[in-house]
């Protein structure tokens, strides 16, 4: 996945509290192989009524080109599916700003090159009252930790090993390989000092 | 002196392979539980043609879209294949499988726990919210996303950053028909959803030391949505007791040197927790919720809230959430009706919850339908020893066999659009149980008086004379 240092697109406003993954992606459509994308499906029974048909009133639904949401607080809580990522990302979105993110949501975004912007109550009122006249050009700005909507401009919050990652479009796996000496004798002081950690059962006692 | 350290502290120091200049750990991984929507993560070490680095610490079950009636044959052609893509993925890494047949299949959380694959001491992983349930036993466990999942498979290894320490204590006794459930509930609704986001919780108090392993696993498992993707209880003579003689729980004099290694997980006296609440265990009720949102949760004596009331920056969930529950302000929630009942989950399908729904429910009948799904085959098959299937079967339940069911639907077990649920599980989000689904989180005893009186109603009552 590549990278991304700064983003300008345009920023939307869905200022609802609680919109949990069940939301994001209902788990009905989580079977679906991540080739075919999972666009179709963000907030799906949000943006689309009991037909399928998407709503004329539903903000997404009229403005398919923004690419940041300023959603309410508590945003991606609950399951752990990286689904709700996808579906996000496979729309096209490439930054949410929230005063607050479920943490394994949020590690999920980073992990897919979304942005988890946290602002503060402040900067969120702020945001918030940028959107009076509807969609707003939007810049972001990973180094500066820095989004501009409109006229408004604000700071957010953003672990810096999660800005690295972002930007640099890190893999974990590859970083982790380097590591593979000092696991390795990870394991092998774990299981003398602590034996009782390898399951004892099925003849499965056989690994370490 | 050393500074005295918490459970957290001793758990993270005994996984830590490293830790970064920025602070973030990388993190040994003693059990991997995968599942029929880990298919993402196999597919990502596919792609890469990487193997699972341990296969004998990787454990698959499957349960998400486990049919809980006939298993011969799968209608649902998504369904047998994100089954089908377990057992094949489980068979090319050489994974141990919990296949519909196996008599140990059922929820990844009450599998691990009770075959001894979750002990005091490991770090566990599962791509699933809710492995905070194996905290129970002293063991730093939780959920991980796909990429994430991908990873352990590749390296055995996380990447996390530590979390900040909480501790919760309930102190005093619990009053009857008042569960670990309600302890749940009420924190959360007393804290809020994002009351212990970025912590890592600790439940100490002798209100929670006196639970029983499966208390102390619900209370574990709700931590998440109270914002926690940790909770723990330091082990003790109960933890000892559940796990000994379990199939992969250590043997001989290794189980020796286990029982005095983990009598050491316990936070020191002195310990500085980054926040410490503290309830009193005889001011819980049993607890419902009325929301579409966990903490939007009441004891059931109280009145539906008027949202012009709750704190402002709450009122306009607690208004949609009125909306979408089709409750109004001011009436009682006690007596109000319910469509059915589900009893199941990795949160209150055990065989203790099954016990409390039979102690409700023998020589009743439910006013309404309902489903009760034992949370593993074992727990079915105790269940069916001590005769439970028949009291559920009498009062006019369905008992049906084990799997994640209508907690989240996957498998087909679904709440129809409009209709109130009375359920144990743990999500009463929007959609959770199905398109337009109503739920309302409570004990398993709490839903066994709701299908007797076809409302939601105070359980205490009906217990009265019977054996808890
Ligand atoms: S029972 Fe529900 S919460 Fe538990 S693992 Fe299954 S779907 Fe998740």
Same mark, same amino acid.
């Given at each position: 996945?590549?990278?991304?240092?700064?983003?300008?697109?345009?920023? #939307?406003?869905?200022?609802?509290?609680?919109?949990?993954?069940?939301?994001?992606?209902?788990?009905?459509?989580?079977?679906?192989?991540?080739?075919?994308?999972?666009?179709?499906?963000?907030?799906?029974?949000?943006?689309?009524?009991?037909?399928? *048909? #998407?709503?004329?009133? +539903?903000?997404?639904?009229?403005?398919?080109?923004?690419?940041? #949401?300023?959603?309410?607080?508590?945003?991606?809580?609950?399951?752990?599916?990286?689904?709700?990522?996808?579906?996000?990302?496979?729309?096209?979105?490439?930054?949410?700003?929230?005063?607050?993110?479920?943490?394994?949501?949020?590690?999920?975004?980073?992990?897919?090159?979304?942005?988890? *912007?946290?602002?503060?109550?402040?900067?969120?009122?702020? #945001?918030?009252?940028?959107?009076?006249?509807?969609?707003?050009?939007?810049?972001?700005?990973?180094?500066?930790?820095?989004?501009?909507?409109?006229?408004?401009?604000?700071?957010?919050?953003?672990?810096?090993?999660?800005?690295?990652?972002?930007?640099?479009?890190?893999?974990?796996?590859?970083?982790?390989?380097?590591?593979?000496?000092?696991?390795?004798? +990870?394991?092998?002081?774990?299981?003398?000092?602590?034996?009782?950690?390898?399951?004892?059962?099925?003849?499965?006692?056989?690994?370490? | 002196?050393?500074?005295?350290?918490?459970?957290?502290?001793?758990?993270?120091?005994?996984?830590?392979?490293?830790?970064?200049?920025?602070?973030?750990?990388?993190?040994?991984?003693?059990?991997?539980?995968?599942?029929?929507?880990?298919?993402?993560?196999?597919?990502?070490?596919?792609?890469?043609?990487?193997?699972?680095?341990?296969?004998?610490?990787?454990?698959?079950?499957?349960?998400?879209?486990?049919?809980?009636? &006939?298993?011969?044959?799968? /209608?649902?052609?998504?369904?047998?294949?994100?089954?089908?893509?377990?057992?094949?993925?489980?068979? /090319?890494?050489?994974?141990?499988?919990?296949?519909?047949?196996?008599?140990?299949?059922?929820? =990844?959380?009450?599998?691990?726990?009770?075959?001894?694959?979750?002990?005091?001491?490991?770090?566990?992983?599962?791509?699933?919210?809710?492995?905070?349930?194996? !905290?129970?036993?002293?063991?730093?466990?939780?959920?991980?996303?796909?990429?994430?999942?991908?990873?352990?498979?590749? %390296?055995?290894?996380?990447?996390?950053?530590?979390?900040?320490?909480?501790?919760?204590?309930?102190?005093?006794?619990?009053?009857? !028909?008042?569960?670990?459930?309600?302890?749940?509930?009420?924190?959360? /609704?007393?804290?809020?959803?994002?009351?212990?986001?970025?912590?890592?919780?600790?439940?100490?108090?002798?209100?929670?030391?006196?639970?029983?392993?499966?208390?102390?696993?619900?209370?574990?498992?709700?931590?998440?949505? @109270?914002?926690?993707?940790?909770?723990?209880?330091?082990?003790?003579?109960?933890?000892?007791?559940?796990?000994? $003689?379990?199939?992969?729980?250590?043997?001989?004099?290794?189980?020796?040197?286990?029982?005095?290694?983990?009598?050491?997980?316990?936070?020191?006296?002195?310990?500085?927790? &980054?926040?410490?609440?503290?309830?009193?265990?005889?001011?819980?009720?049993?607890? =419902?919720?009325?929301?579409?949102?966990?903490?939007?949760?009441?004891?059931?004596?109280?009145?539906?809230?008027?949202?012009?009331?709750?704190?402002?920056?709450?009122?306009?969930?607690?208004?949609?959430?009125?909306?979408?529950?089709?409750?109004?302000?001011?009436?009682?929630?006690?007596?109000?009706?319910?469509?059915?009942?589900?009893?199941?989950?990795?949160?209150?399908?055990?065989?203790?919850?099954?016990?409390?729904?039979? %102690?409700?429910?023998? $020589?009743?009948?439910?006013?309404?339908?309902?489903?009760?799904?034992?949370?593993?085959?074992?727990?079915?098959?105790?269940?069916?020893?001590?005769?439970?299937?028949?009291?559920?079967?009498?009062?006019?339940?369905?008992?049906?066999?084990? @799997?994640?069911?209508?907690?989240?639907?996957?498998? @087909?077990?679904?709440?129809?659009? $409009?209709?109130?649920?009375?359920?144990?599980?743990?999500?009463?989000?929007?959609?959770?149980?199905?398109?337009?689904?109503?739920?309302?989180?409570?004990?398993?005893?709490?839903?066994?008086?709701?299908?007797?009186?076809?409302?939601?109603?105070?359980?205490?009552?009906?217990?009265?004379?019977?054996?808890?």
């Amino acid at each position: 996945m590549p990278g991304w240092r700064v983003h300008q697109g345009t920023a #939307l406003g869905l200022p609802v509290a609680n919109i949990d993954t069940d939301q994001l992606i209902p788990a009905r459509f989580m079977s679906v192989p991540r080739a075919d994308g999972y666009g179709p499906y963000l907030l799906h029974d949000m943006r689309r009524d009991a037909s399928g *048909a #998407l709503r004329d009133d +539903f903000p997404l639904n009229a403005h398919p080109e923004a690419s940041v #949401l300023l959603v309410g607080r508590n945003f991606g809580s609950g399951s752990s599916r990286e689904a709700a990522v996808y579906a996000l990302v496979d729309a096209g979105i490439r930054a949410v700003i929230s005063p607050s993110f479920g943490d394994i949501f949020a590690a999920n975004a980073v992990n897919n090159g979304l942005l988890p *912007a946290k602002v503060d109550d402040t900067a969120n009122a702020a #945001l918030e009252a940028a959107f009076a006249t509807g969609p707003q050009d939007a810049r972001i700005d990973i180094d500066a930790r820095c989004v501009t909507i409109g006229a408004v401009q604000v700071r957010f919050d953003l672990d810096d090993s999660w800005a690295t990652k972002l930007i640099n479009g890190w893999d974990d796996i590859d970083l982790t390989q380097n590591h593979s000496a000092a696991i390795a004798a +990870f394991k092998q002081q774990r299981s003398q000092t602590a034996s009782w950690a390898w399951p004892d059962g099925d003849g499965l006692k056989t690994a370490v | 002196m050393a500074t005295p350290q918490t459970l957290l502290d001793k758990l993270w120091a005994a996984h830590e392979v490293l830790q970064r200049d920025d602070g973030v750990s990388l993190l040994w991984v003693d059990r991997h539980l995968v599942h029929e929507g880990s298919h993402h993560a196999f597919a990502k070490i596919a792609e890469r043609g990487l193997s699972v680095a341990e296969p004998s610490l990787t454990f698959a079950v499957v349960d998400h879209y486990a049919p809980t009636r &006939d298993r011969s044959k799968i /209608a649902d052609p998504q369904i047998a294949r994100m089954i089908e893509t377990l057992r094949s993925n489980s068979a /090319a890494h050489g994974l141990r499988l919990y296949d519909l047949d196996d008599p140990h299949q059922g929820i =990844v959380h009450v599998v691990g726990p009770e075959e001894g694959l979750t002990l005091p001491g490991l770090l566990i992983n599962c791509g699933d919210s809710h492995t905070s349930t194996h !905290g129970a036993f002293g063991a730093l466990a939780f959920g991980i996303g796909a990429t994430e999942v991908a990873h352990v498979l590749a %390296t055995q290894t996380v990447w996390q950053r530590k979390p900040k320490s909480m501790r919760i204590t309930v102190n005093g006794t619990l009053g009857a !028909g008042v569960t670990a459930k309600d302890i749940a509930l009420g924190w959360i /609704a007393k804290l809020g959803t994002g009351g212990a986001q970025g912590h890592a919780v600790e439940y100490a108090g002798s209100a929670i030391t006196g639970l029983s392993m499966e208390g102390r696993m619900t209370l574990c498992n709700l931590s998440i949505e @109270g914002g926690a993707r940790f909770g723990m209880v330091a082990p003790d003579d109960t933890t000892f007791a559940y796990l000994e $003689g379990r199939r992969f729980a250590p043997k001989g004099q290794n189980w020796q040197t286990a029982c005095a290694d983990w009598t050491s997980l316990a936070s020191d006296a002195g310990a500085v927790f &980054d926040r410490e609440v503290t309830f009193d265990a005889s001011e819980i009720s049993p607890t =419902v919720t009325w929301g579409t949102s966990p903490e939007q949760a009441l004891p059931i004596s109280a009145p539906i809230p008027d949202p012009s009331e709750v704190p402002p920056e709450k009122a306009e969930a607690a208004r949609a959430a009125l909306e979408y529950m089709g409750l109004k302000a001011g009436d009682m929630l006690d007596g109000t009706p319910v469509d059915q009942v589900f009893i199941g989950s990795c949160t209150n399908g055990r065989i203790e919850d099954m016990r409390a729904a039979a %102690t409700v429910l023998r $020589g009743r009948k439910a006013k309404v339908p309902g489903l009760i799904s034992p949370g593993s085959a074992q727990v079915k098959a105790q269940a069916e020893a001590e005769g439970l299937d028949r009291v559920f079967i009498d009062a006019g339940l369905e008992w049906v066999a084990s @799997g994640c069911s209508m907690c989240v639907g996957m498998n @087909g077990d679904l709440v129809r659009d $409009g209709k109130r649920c009375a359920s144990s599980t743990n999500r009463n989000f929007k959609g959770r149980q199905g398109r337009g689904a109503r739920t309302h989180l409570m004990s398993p005893a709490m839903v066994a008086a709701a299908a007797v009186t076809g409302t939601l109603t105070d359980v205490r009552p009906l217990l009265e004379g019977r054996a808890a």
